[in-house]
């Protein structure tokens, strides 16, 4: 039989407006479950009530301003309009325990400067006063030790099967960190005007679900060291840097997201075998962004009008392949009214651009610097200029090439492709596509098949400067004279099969 702490009842009177679906959801929670239900009106101490907490008890925190607390034990807490505050080294929620669930609370962060920290640090060295603002001292200690690597986080997390669910943070310095935990899930949630609003650091099997993080300094989710992460249906917007960051990640989901005046929508960075799908990116500098990233697959993401003026005018891409990245997939995008639809830089190879609608840049593809990258099957349509190819060794046809709407060769055998080729209008590296499209492609694409090209056609190889031969089942480029290979910034010995990747869980 459920038990109520006796300082207040279901249907006692709280402060605040009133959230009809919440109480019936609360409602029904506490009479399906066969914990105690404890309630908590503000100005009460939360700490003690955890403390004589159950494990699997349900914490009710009424709607007004609760202090921090750290939970130590299988609890759920759900907030009916409860605040917090958290302070300088001071989080209002520490999670130090598997198996946690907090719902419904919203917090006002601190963004304090390095100084302030300090003198945090410098008083408890001192053996000064531990509390802040708040009152209680929620100081997080390790073996007995302060921890002085910790941003001011509103929220910390380190237990395992973790959920936080319809919570909302402003101005925090971040908005909920997790460090070496296995399960985290956020939930239709908010982070507004932090420095960053999630920040998890060597984790795995993390979700973040309809969440949004708006208008913060950095990145709205940064996550390095992490796998078996999940990121779907949220809305990174107008963040100073990247909207979402995925740093040396691995078995990374990032699907059906809005990513949205951003410097960086999504930014893959030494990330491999993940995936971006079904994204909107749009007002970015760059849409996507993959850089020393490899096994990649980017597919049926919309990615339009990444142009802004602030530091150049009118600059922006819809999908960059930078710093050496390899075997990424990037296929069925839609790329259109950006400076460079997309484009690949800096000594990557082995990449395929495949089945892509491209329509309305400046440039349609820019490729610069990098060799045996496959382009075909795309779609090139009322671009300023369909395609630039600079300093490359890169495949613009297999046994079919591109369409390009300014092409203006027949076909005369009907075979769907040209009689003559289309010569790539920009860029030092003369290359030519010998089988173009006459008719736009709209065929379904087959992965392994992708694979397959990629590895019977990118046979150039930059240190002998050999060319690439073009054979009776329609290979790939075919140069007339013998020309020297680009010359690489970098070594040209790179490693293209993906790296190891080990992270500390």
């Known amino acids: 039989m459920n038990m109520v702490w006796p300082w207040c009842s279901l249907g006692c009177a709280t402060s605040g407006t009133e959230h009809p679906a919440l109480r019936i959801a609360i409602v029904l929670v506490l009479l399906s479950s066969p914990a105690l239900a ?39 807490l759900i907030g009916y309009g409860a605040f ?23 917090i006002a962060g601190v963004k304090r400067p390095s100084e302030e920290k300090f003198k945090y640090y410098m008083e408890r060295y001192q053996g000064g006063s531990s509390g802040g603002t708040s009152g209680i001292s929620t100081s997080v200690t ?33 908005g909920v960190f997790a460090e070496d935990l296995n399960g985290l899930l956020i939930n239709n949630s908010t982070f507004q005007s932090c420095k960053t609003g999630v920040l998890v650091l060597r984790s795995s099997n993390v979700s973040i679900i309809s969440t949004e993080m708006i208008d913060c300094e950095k990145a709205g989710l940064n996550a390095s060291n992490s796998r078996a992460f999940t990121v779907t249906g949220c809305r990174a917007v107008n963040n100073t840097h990247a909207g979402l960051f995925f740093r040396n990640c691995e078995d990374i989901d990032v ?48 990615l339009v009008n990444n142009r802004r003026s602030e530091i150049v005018g009118g600059f922006g891409v819809g999908m960059s392949i930078q710093a050496n990245s390899s075997y990424n997939l990037v296929f069925k995008n839609t790329a259109s009214n950006n400076y460079n639809g997309l484009e690949i830089t800096e000594n990557c190879q082995r990449n395929a651009l ?30 300023v200029i369909s395609a630039y190819d600079n300093q490359t060794k890169s495949i613009w046809n297999t046994t079919v090439g591109n369409y390009y709407s300014d092409y203006r060769g027949s076909d005369g055998d009907g075979d769907g492709m040209g009689d003559t080729p289309y010569t790539i209008p920009k860029g030092s590296s003369m290359a030519t596509d010998y089988r ?36 009776e089942s329609g290979a790939t480029i075919r140069y007339t004279t013998r020309r020297a290979p680009p010359v690489f910034e970098e070594n040209t010995n790179t490693v293209v099969e993906r790296p190891p990747f080990t992270p500390v869980l």
């Open 38 to 76: 404890l309630h908590i009106l503000p100005g009460q101490d939360v700490q003690s009530a955890i403390y004589s907490a159950s494990p699997g008890d349900i914490l009710i925190l009424e709607a007004g301003e609760h202090r921090p607390f750290v939970v130590d034990r299988p609890l759920t």
């Open 142 to 174: 390790f073996a007995g030790h302060l921890r002085l690597d910790l941003p001011n986080a509103a929220i910390l997390v380190f237990g395992r099967n973790v959920t936080l669910e319809n919570i909302s943070v402003r101005d925090a310095e971040v």
């Open 354 to 383: 495949c089945a892509n609608n491209i329509s309305r840049n400046t440039h349609g593809v820019r490729l610069d610097k990098n060799w045996n990258n496959l382009i075909y099957r795309n779609n090139f349509v009322d671009n």
């Open 84 to 106: 917090m505050r958290s302070d300088v080294q001071s989080p209002a929620i520490t999670v130090r325990s598997d198996s946690v669930r907090i719902e419904g609370v919203s």
């Open 436 to 471: 173009p499209l006459v008719m736009p492609f709209t065929g379904d694409i087959d992965t392994e098949k992708i694979l397959e090209d990629i590895k019977r056609y990118a046979h150039y190889n930059p240190e002998e400067g050999n060319t690439i031969r073009v054979d």
């Open 255 to 302: 699907r059906d997201n809005t990513l949205s005046k951003n410097s960086e929508g999504l930014v893959f960075w030494g990330t491999n075998h993940s995936s971006a799908t079904g994204n909107q990116a749009d007002l970015n500098y760059y849409g996507i962004l993959l850089a020393d990233s490899h096994n990649n697959t980017i597919s049926g993401n919309t």
